[in-house]
């Protein structure tokens, strides 16, 4: 199983640009997340998904889209990027009923 | 916003020595996972413990959890510098979906 993939590594845009992070699983979990990490701040909830189909917001959700529409692929869009949203984000995914979440390697991504 | 917070924030010890990361939490919790993040990678589930659970361990891992304090405890024995990393405390609260919020971590440097 390759786990939680996220392309690409790393992705540096320009301000106005938008984007989208990709993200899938091959564990069949229902869960799956995106977070963003800044120094300092630990990992802040952006979106989440409980399944196909349902998606909803998290701490940090403005600015950002997703949708869910096979439970393998859980992609998050920038719809115009802002030098605030420079940050490390991480996707991941967990069993309904299950705590445990596995993580993505993450996407370094920077607005100029 | 921050529902967990580590201290200390960094730790640097040799190897072989004991390490204690703390972490206390201001509302009621489900559950109280810890994670590891070596640099550059994402997030690794080490443990979980339950709120009717006091201790917990998992091979050189030791949890604590005191709900009356709101606060657990990551002890790591015998450490090696391969335990070079960032741990994170993370809460889960009640709810279907069991959002889990983060700390900011401790940055633990083992020296060989």
């Known amino acids: 199983n390759a786990g939680v993939t996220q392309t690409p590594k790393f992705q540096v845009l320009k301000t106005g640009q938008s984007m989208t992070l990709q993200c899938a699983q091959d564990m069949n979990h229902e869960y799956m997340s995106w977070y963003r990490q800044d120094p300092g701040m630990g990992l802040r909830l952006i979106h989440y998904s409980v399944g196909a189909g349902i998606t909803d917001q998290g701490e940090v959700p403005n600015g950002y889209n997703v949708s869910r529409s096979t439970t393998e692929d859980f992609p998050l869009r920038l719809l115009s990027a802002a030098p605030s949203q420079t940050s490390v984000y991480f996707c991941?995914?967990?069993?309904?009923?299950?705590?445990?979440?596995?993580f993505g390697p993450g996407t370094r991504l920077t607005v100029l | 916003s921050q529902q967990g917070e580590e201290d200390p924030q960094a730790l640097s010890i040799q190897e072989g020595e004991n390490a204690t990361m703390n972490c206390s939490y201001k509302t009621s919790i489900n559950n109280l996972q810890w994670y590891r993040q070596n640099s550059g990678r994402g997030l690794v589930h080490l443990i979980l413990?339950?709120?009717?659970?006091r201790e917990k361990h998992s091979g050189r891992l030791r949890v604590t959890l005191d709900t009356s304090k709101k606060s657990s405890s990551l002890l790591i024995t015998a450490s090696r510098a391969a335990d070079t990393a960032s741990y994170f405390c993370a809460t889960a609260h009640s709810g279907g979906y069991q959002k889990v919020t983060f700390g900011t971590g401790t940055k633990l440097q083992v020296i060989p």
């Open positions: 413990i339950r709120s009717n659970e």
């Open positions: 991941a995914s967990s069993r309904q009923g299950r705590n445990e979440q596995f």
